[in-house]
């Protein structure tokens, strides 16, 4: 998930710079935040399956919760930037938090009112995750030695990606029954029967979404509470120039497509793991099931940035991206073309390859970009926006040639990113 780069310095609550241990209990607090919004992400994995039998919806028409989450990112991205200037980070941050809180409780009134009701509580959720990425992500730099910030980082992001990996046993335990009856079934089901369990699957969301908001209210509070440093954007900042101008520089721009596409990939591969594992020739099992497996996927990445945090001390960032970007296609190909187990523990392992990704591909991208690396860094964030949009060709070519074969689009997103980890291998020559 996304790091902000904002040039800013610290001062302490009351003026004098804040000791280690004042400053240890913040950021308890804000790592919290960053294994909220894991969770939130991911459990997504699990509500795309689950609306798309209770609404008996099209691969397309499920799609449109990652349409309406990621694309949050593009269209607030920009707007929360603006309020986290206006309310401070601190106040900002709580406004995220109200907001995503806000949204879980749309989940509420979603269950009994239909699927438009759940996309517009999707959105609102992640417009509000949005808003509290812009104002943590800073925090996490200032909130101790400057030397270990890349460090504290690296735990959050660990933090975020635990968040990820618990989600989908919990989304499977909570929400899947066991017991579906799949889309043939149903339709045998006489008229009032259909409306009954729609109606008590719909209903299996309420209870999670609104423990998930009060624990985001709680949060909010404690933020709100907390005696935090202020932080203040450095003064002599020259003036980072004109949007237009980014443009000019092409590493920041095929890296802004970078992003796109890993993003796109990323959530894609995770939005179709259930129906692919549900399919008899691959896993045969129930939705419930398959929802601990998707924790494998996502807790794949989380070992895999532990691995490369120690490989690319060795290895160029570019040649370790190529080369986890090549794996990921050779590993989809043996999903697409193979079956039973095998083809599902190689998807699976692309988690393990997509750990790296977005750091390396968001560094590269900022390389030696000054005081520019602020702008630059809103315009990576909103290609976030990839995640709306690459799961919807998914969707369309798993109507038309089934769910096995769809994984030919995220497949395509890596070629480009391995020739972007060859194009810039020698960015970062020492």
Not at 106 to 135: C, D, E, K, R, W
Not at 217 to 226: D, G, K, N, P
Not at 345 to 355: D, E, F, R
């Amino acid at each position: 998930m996304p790091h902000h780069s904002h040039a800013a310095h610290v001062r302490g609550t009351d003026g004098p710079p804040a000791d280690a241990r004042e400053l240890s209990r913040p950021l308890i607090v804000v790592t919290l935040l960053f294994f909220m919004w894991g969770l939130l992400t991911s459990l997504n994995d699990v509500l795309i399956p689950h609306l798309k039998a209770v609404y008996t919806l099209t691969y397309v028409q499920a799609m449109l919760v990652q349409f309406c989450f990621f694309g949050a990112y593009l269209l607030v991205s920009v707007p929360a930037g603006l309020l986290v200037r206006r309310l401070g980070y601190q106040r900002g941050a709580v406004a995220g938090l109200v907001v995503a809180a806000l949204g879980c409780a749309l989940f509420y009134p979603a269950a009994v009112s239909g699927y438009g009701i759940f996309l517009l509580a999707f959105f609102v959720l992640a417009a509000g995750i949005t808003v509290l990425q812009v104002a943590a992500n800073p925090y996490v730099t200032v909130l101790g030695d400057p030397r270990t910030a890349s460090s504290r980082l690296t735990l959050t992001q660990a933090f975020n990606a635990l968040g990820t990996t618990v989600a989908p046993i919990l989304g499977g335990m909570l929400i899947l029954s066991g017991d579906m009856p799949d889309a043939a079934q149903r339709s045998a089901l006489p008229a009032a029967q259909q409306l009954a369990y729609r109606a008590h699957e719909a209903a299996s969301v309420q209870v999670p979404y609104l423990v998930l908001a009060g624990a985001l209210l709680l949060l909010a509070m404690l933020f709100a509470l907390a005696r935090l440093p202020r932080i203040a954007d450095a003064p002599g900042d020259a003036p980072p120039g004109r949007f237009a101008d980014l443009l000019a520089h092409r590493h920041l721009m095929l890296g802004t497509l970078g992003i796109f596409l890993y993003v796109g990939g990323e959530v894609s591969i995770g939005s179709f793991l259930i129906n692919f594992m549900e399919d008899p020739r691959i896993g045969g099992m129930t939705a419930a099931q398959a929802a601990n497996y998707v924790s494998l996927y996502w807790g794949g990445a989380m070992v895999g940035r532990f691995i490369g945090f120690a490989v690319m001390r060795k290895v160029s960032p570019g040649r370790a991206l190529a080369f986890n970007a090549v794996v990921s296609i050779a590993l989809i190909a043996a999903a697409v073309l193979g079956s039973g187990k095998p083809a599902m523990y190689a998807i699976l392992a692309v988690g393990l390859c997509n750990s790296i990704m977005f750091p390396t591909i968001f560094s590269l991208a900022l390389h030696g970009l000054g005081n520019r690396t602020g702008q630059a860094s809103g315009l990576l964030c909103m290609a976030i926006g990839g995640g709306a949009l690459v799961p919807f060709a998914q969707g369309a070519l798993a109507d038309a040639a089934g769910v096995q074969l769809s994984f030919i689009v995220p497949a395509a997103c890596y070629a480009f990113i391995a020739w972007f980890g060859v194009r810039f291998a020698n960015l970062h020559k020492r």
